[in-house]
């Protein structure tokens, strides 16, 4: 059925919801295959086929997608993660010094800056999101994967949430996620309160020399806003629209970025940003403008570029709000 109607990966997609709605491993689908289904079973299969041929993905339908060898769960909130952002993971654990402290903007997931932390168990981080709900599944994710303790979540859009309750040290250990995030995540992890003022991340009020970071990174939306309606279905239709457009030249996000991204890193800190395969020009001359040093054009394995990393070299740091 997906096939005929021209789903590249049909096969796949369907022995993928065929397992998820059966609840049998890939193993188990191949070696009985032969066995017949009960009726229940079967409407499964067919309410999950029929969801999948109206272009939502199978990563959507079955609630989570792998991204550098880990399983992120998924919301209506998140993107899901992509190959092609794995070259952003690579540059960060690269470029992270021992200890060191990560800002991620527009977390989603969480999955760049929870890889990260896998890789990089000596490094914290704090990420936000406008998205609550993106935020829940942040913090499900990253008690899935064993590093709650050392990444922070705060809500609100870009750089703002950090001006209003900077950049601590991590939390103590069991002292958790914000309870702030307000909703389940999915994967049955329930957020803890933050901790009291003076204790793990701080209470609050600007610490001179501990609340910057060594690296920003994020994954920004950069597709112009035209574009986005001509996007295939399985992505306009399904992706939260905030994640995507990125204003009418696609380029909104990164001017923030540029402009208020010395004010969080310590000297010689580093960031490192997605960017569209023809942005390469734009978003380094607006690091350049905005005094970054060594910005560069990272090309991805097709040829197309896809990151941008500059140097904070002019010593500047955070003014009080």
């Known amino acids: 059925m997906l096939g ?7 096969a796949l997609d369907a022995k993928r919801l065929t397992s998820f709605a059966l609840g ?24 999950l086929l029929q969801r999948r041929l109206t272009g939502e993905s199978v990563a959507r339908i079955v609630g989570e997608r792998e991204f550098y060898g880990l399983a992120f769960g998924l919301n209506a909130a998140t993107l899901e993660p992509r190959p092609e952002t794995e070259m952003l993971v690579d540059l960060a654990i690269a470029a992270l010094p021992g200890g060191g402290r990560l800002l991620d903007l527009g977390t989603g997931t969480g999955a760049i800056a929870i890889a990260v932390l896998v890789n990089r168990p000596d490094a914290t981080a704090l990420a936000t999101d406008l998205s609550a709900e993106a935020l829940a599944a942040a913090s499900g994710n990253a008690a899935r994967h064993g ?9 609100g859009s870009w750089f703002e949430p950090v001006g209003a ?14 309870s702030s995030l307000g909703q389940s995540s999915g994967l049955n992890v329930e957020p803890k309160p933050l901790p009291l003022e003076g204790r793990g991340w701080g209470g609050g009020k600007p610490q001179p ?22 996007l295939a279905p399985e992505v306009r239709d399904f992706d939260p629209r905030l994640a995507l457009d990125g204003g009418p030249d696609g380029l909104a996000p990164y001017r923030i970025i540029a402009a208020e991204a010395a004010r969080y890193l310590s000297p010689g800190g580093r960031v490192l940003v997605e960017i569209g395969y023809d942005q390469g020009a734009a978003v380094t001359a607006l690091f350049v403008a905005a005094g970054f040093g060594n910005v560069a054009v990272h090309r991805d394995l097709a040829g197309l570029d896809r990151v941008i990393s500059a140097h904070h070299i002019n010593g500047i740091t955070r003014t009080a709000r």
């Not at 109607?5 to 049909?10: C, K």
């Not at 950049?167 to 996620?177: I, Q, R």
């Not at 020399?209 to 001509?230: G, H, K, Q, R, W």
């Open 165 to 178: 309750s900077p950049h601590p040290n991590p939390p103590l250990k069991g002292e958790g996620t914000p």
């Open 24 to 47: 049998l491993s890939d193993l188990e689908i191949a070696t009985r295959e032969g066995e017949a289904v009960d009726e229940a079973g079967a409407q499964r299969v067919v309410e």
């Open 209 to 230: 020399d501990t609340d910057l970071f060594d690296l920003i990174i994020s994954n920004p939306p950069y597709i112009t806003s035209a574009v986005v309606e001509t």
């Open 4 to 10: 005929r109607l021209g789903f590249d990966s049909a």
């Open 147 to 155: 590093v709650e303790d050392k990444i922070a979540f705060l809500q």
